[in-house]
Each structure stands twice: as structure tokens, then as C-alpha cells.
Nanobody, 118 residues
Framework: QVQLVESGGGLVQPGGSLRLSCVAS????????MGWHRQAPGKERELVAI???????NYADSVKGRFTISRDNDKNTVSLQMNSLKPEDTAVYYC????????????WGKGTLVTVSS
């Protein structure tokens, strides 16, 4: 009932910036929160950042001060501005939404690859 589509991934040099976006579409839902998770090769998936419909945010310690998450509630979108990127930020980034819906509560996008390399 809810589809999440990520965009904005790509190759960037260390110290560079990249902006990811995610659009939620469908019907019969309202969003409680949206966020980003990532999974690097050979590592477990981890939370990067989340934002609620009320605007509160939470970040992983590894990205605090470098990444900024934001939402447009009317457009059901979430963005992740990533600055001062490091090679260890290389991962597949997944969009996540927690919603109010009779069809379900948690939805995931298919992911977008971010590669930080010189």
C-alpha cells in the first residue's frame, strides 16, 4: 500500500557532499516517521537518522554534525544531506517509513548505493 523510492546515490570523493531523497506514495496512510538506514559490505544494517512528523530527529553517533535529515510532510518526502563524507560512509542506504495504515506499519525502499572513494 506504501511504496518508497530512493534517489540521489552515486560516487563522491572523500570530504564531498551528497543529498539523498525518498518519496512515499500510495493511499490510505499517514506517516509517523521516516528515516534512513544503511548497510555496508560485510556489515550489519544500522540506523543513520530518523525524523518524526513533528520534526524531532535522531542520528547515529557516527554521522552527527555531518548529516542532516529533513521532511516535507505535505509531500511525504524525506531527504538526507550528507556532508564531509568518509570512505566508511560507503553503503547501500535504505529509506524507511513508519505509517498509520490498515495495511501495515513499516515499509522499506529498495536502497540506493553511496560510494565514497578517491
Amino acid at each position: 500500500q506504501v511504496q518508497l523510492v530512493e534517489s540521489g546515490g552515486g560516487l563522491v570523493q572523500p570530504g564531498g557532499s551528497l543529498r539523498l531523497s525518498c518519496v512515499a506514495s500510495g493511499s490510505g496512510f499517514s506517516i509517523n516517521s521516516m528515516g534512513w538506514h544503511r548497510q555496508a559490505p560485510g556489515k550489519e544494517r544500522e540506523l543513520v537518522a530518523i525524523v518524526t512528523s513533528g520534526g524531532s530527529t535522531n542520528y547515529a553517533d557516527s554521522v552527527k554534525g555531518r548529516f542532516t535529515i529533513s521532511r516535507d510532510n505535505d509531500k511525504n518526502t524525506v531527504s538526507l544531506q550528507m556532508n564531509s563524507l568518509k570512505p566508511e560512509d560507503t553503503a547501500v542506504y535504505y529509506c524507511h517509513a513508519n505509517v498509520r495504515s490498515i495495511y501495515g506499519t513499516n515499509y522499506w525502499g529498495k536502497g540506493t548505493l553511496v560510494t565514497v572513494s578517491s
